[in-house]
């Protein structure tokens, strides 16, 4: 059987990961050769984080990834609307925050 995964970014490299984990080769098929340029950031809930601990890379993200300990809600003018303490033993998983040119690095490259 093959498998083509057709897309280049964190899903897709996400997917080809997974079935490499079992066992499978899928072919990767993407738009650009190169990672995306950019400084956009990610915030990655508890069970985003144990999705890609699962997929090997708990010690990369431990390097690359700031833990999220307080989630606040604002308004429009900056007013807070709520408060949310996280524990760093989260059932699912740590909430994160880090660059998603890392992250996609971190997928390609592993």
Same mark, same amino acid.
């Given at each position: 059987m093959r498998?083509?995964? +057709?897309? @280049? @970014?964190?899903?897709? #490299?996400?997917?080809v990961r997974a079935l490499e984990?079992? @066992?499978?080769g899928p072919d990767l098929?993407?738009?650009k050769a190169d990672a995306p340029q950019g400084s956009t950031g990610f915030y990655l809930p508890?069970?985003?984080?144990r999705a890609l601990h699962e997929l090997? #890379?708990?010690d990369s993200l431990s390097t690359m990834a700031a833990p999220i300990e307080t989630q606040r809600i604002l308004d429009?003018?900056?007013?807070? #609307?709520? +408060?949310t303490r996280l524990p760093g033993n989260l059932v699912v998983g740590?909430? #994160?925050a880090l660059a998603r040119e890392a992250l996609h690095a971190t997928l390609l490259n592993s």
């Open positions: 498998i083509m995964i +057709v897309s @280049g @970014g964190i899903a897709g #490299l996400a997917m984990q079992q @066992g499978f098929i993407k738009r508890g069970y985003a984080a090997g #890379l708990r429009n003018r900056g007013a807070e #609307l709520s +408060v740590p909430c #994160l």
